[in-house]
């Protein structure tokens, strides 16, 4: 079964930048399309960025998504933090699985790791 799990998280300051990682780990497996969400406090969840499966990089204002190949890992980068920024940040990861010759589709999200910005 393939499983996601991000990483990263912490308490930063304002204006810092801050580096989230979603691993992807299981056997015989291709991702097509990993996305990133964030839920501020009391708020509904809410798509960040996100790249296909064939991507390097992809950025959106400032937020960008890269690929770690080595690792197995889509990270998201977060420049000029705001306090606004504060949540729980999950990766959402699509693709297919081979199980014993049977090819399955799989949508995934990870537990989520929490981001505090202080001003």
């Known amino acids: 079964q393939v499983q996601v799990a991000e990483s990263g998280g912490g308490l930063v300051q304002a204006g810092g930048s801050l580096r989230l990682s979603c691993t992807a780990s299981?056997?015989?497996?291709?991702?097509?399309?990993t996305d990133w969400y964030r839920q501020p406090p009391g708020k509904q969840r809410e798509r960040v960025a996100g790249?296909?499966?064939s991507g390097v990089t992809s950025v959106t204002g400032r937020f960008t998504v890269c690929r770690d190949k080595a690792k197995n890992a889509v990270n998201l980068e977060i420049d000029s933090l705001k306090p606004e920024d504060t949540g729980v940040y999950y990766c959402?990861?699509?693709?297919?699985?081979?199980?014993?010759?049977?090819?399955?589709?799989?949508?995934?999200w990870g537990q989520g790791t929490q981001v505090t910005v202080c001003s």
């Open positions: 959402n990861s699509r693709g297919l699985q081979n199980i014993r010759g049977a090819v399955i589709q799989f949508d995934i």
């Open positions: 790249m296909p499966g």
């Open positions: 299981g056997s015989s497996f291709s991702v097509d399309h």
